[in-house]
């Protein structure tokens, strides 16, 4: 795989693709300005970081990443300008300004009278003077980029928003009122376009008509609010919306890894099947003609070797399958094998579209073809004999299995999973003033995993002193985390969760889902408003909160035909059946599910500590009154402040907020 290392652009080597992505060059956008806010432009091909947390942002034009070092620009006529490029990593270089007003740090620059241009203006070449009876005016239009002192206010003819002083424009010299945005003639009332040559489009702004397709034909992008400038043919019937007619997709495309013949644009609305992904398509293909071979843009050139976070390894491209029933690990849907679709060589049952595997929340955007695949990661432990371990979270001391069952006492939790010990096997630190104790399937939770919850790898931390928030179940907690990058934390029960369930509330299988805004989906058990759930695929209205894991209490229902009544041990309030309630098989304890997860049951008591706030356990004989419902706190870890002397209780963060006064600790 060739690769390119230029140190002042991007600190990471870089790998050429063909592929049609949405984002944003580097280079020529580093700040990310978008001309459409809340839009990314279409990169045809151009070169891209391959490392892990990377891919994804680092891309760059083709003609970006090995730019001309002198040009000519019709803009600037008099002199050449020559290339300025960074010699210190590019997010450290000068910010220099465009005359069209935007900053950049890769561009051209006028050594003789300061005059600068970015690599978007400079790859864009605009005429000195329009002809008269262009656009619609009867004057010749001239472009002005020097600060201009209006005497009015003046608002461009295409767009209809202000012309500020210091914007690249083009002015009537005439009569001054006719002014235009140089960004804005492709606005501008009717233009021509490479992909549809044989009629004008005309502009829309606003409502697309009725009768009218209502996404673009290149790309696909839905015409909404957001997104309301379209070019219309009224004699096809067909949009092209403004970022494909400002940067249209390429006419034809070489792409040898995808197919051994040139690869021509169709744009037309037409029903197509893709030969690389299997999957239906009803617009503008890439087509060859001698081979009757048809693709999607977004399929060409995919990735030979990656990895995605529905497998535990590497998967492969195959132009296909073959005979044989198969189902996609991620959409769920049939794979038809006459088609592309990515396999595991370990795994002969594993098969995903290939739009599915590459997708940016399924696929980590890593190429591993030519790379060796990963050793086999470090154990969580050393053994040391049949009972004794050195585990890595508590490396001084050695730790002894114990597993005949004993019962200790119900203030010992796992340092891991902030639970009671119960009758499970666990392991015990061999030093007697030492209170640190493990489940034993806590101690053997892998160093590294992947996780359905994000498309980078977990790794385990476990400082059981760091307070966080999982970012699966929304609970509080100070045992062990799975973090993948900055920012995306889950709990070790969360992380123990795969992409579907079995759950006995439930006849059918239910599957991980995840909304990027709250209040999307509410659990048909607790009822809660939540971001991510479990979600049948056969009754959509069935959604159960992701917070599920194994517990020595065991969710129940009770038996509808007979008139059963259950109490809650915590509450001593009746317990609906319908709504299901855990409940212990042993003794007949039985607990609301709300009884039982509250905002500090994964919080180790004493462990969360701050001036005036302490998450204490709530085991004395009279419960505390919570300092805000008054009502008895039922849960077994509660929040304790110091108020002028004495102590107040709360049952909640609910009511802690409430309560005001003082920075809290979560």
Known sequence: ME????????????????????????????????????????IYGGYRCNELGCGEEAVFHKGCFKPLKEINHSIHPDHPLKLIIPTVPLQDSQLHTCFCGKGFKVGYRCSMCDFKLDLECATRPEPLVLLENSYGHEHPLKLVFEIYLMQSSKFCNACVKHVGQTDPHYRCQECEEFVIHVDCLDLFPEAYHTSHPQHPLKTFKGQVPDYADKNCLLCEKEFDQRHHQLHHCDVCNVNICRACMRNPPPVDVEALKTHEHKLHLVPRLIDFTCNVCGTQGNRSPYFCLPCNFMIHRECIDLPRVININRHDHRISYTPRL??????????????VGFYGAYTCARCPSFAVHARCATRNDVWDMVEREGTLEEEEEIGPYEVIDDNTIRHFSHDHHNLQINNDGMIISESALCKACVFQIGAEPFYSCKQQQCDFILHEKCANLPRKKRHVCNNLPFTLHPDSHYTFQCQLCCQYSTGFRYQSGPDVIIDVRCASISDSIEHKSHPNPLYYYHSISNGDWCCSRCKTEIYSVFRCDECEDYILDAKYDDHPLFLSYGDMNVDEKYWCEACETKVDPKEGFYACNDCGVVLHISCLFGDFSYVMPSSMKSSHEEVVSNNSICRPLCAV??????????????????????????????????????
């Open 3 to 42: 690769r390119v290392e230029l140190p002042q652009l991007h600190e990471h080597p870089l790998i050429p693709f063909h592929r049609f992505v949405s984002g944003w060059c580097d280079l020529c956008n580093p700040l990310n300005v978008f001309t459409e806010p809340g839009s990314n432009e279409n």
């Open 322 to 335: 073959g005979h044989g029933e198969w189902k996609c690990r991620v959409c769920r849907k049939k794979v």
């Open 629 to 666: 419902c008054n009502f008895r706190c039922k849960l077994p870890s509660v929040l304790k402040v110091s108020k002028d002397g004495d102590f107040v209780y709360f049952c909640s963060l609910k009511c802690r907020h409430s309560f005001g006064e003082w920075q809290f600790i979560f």
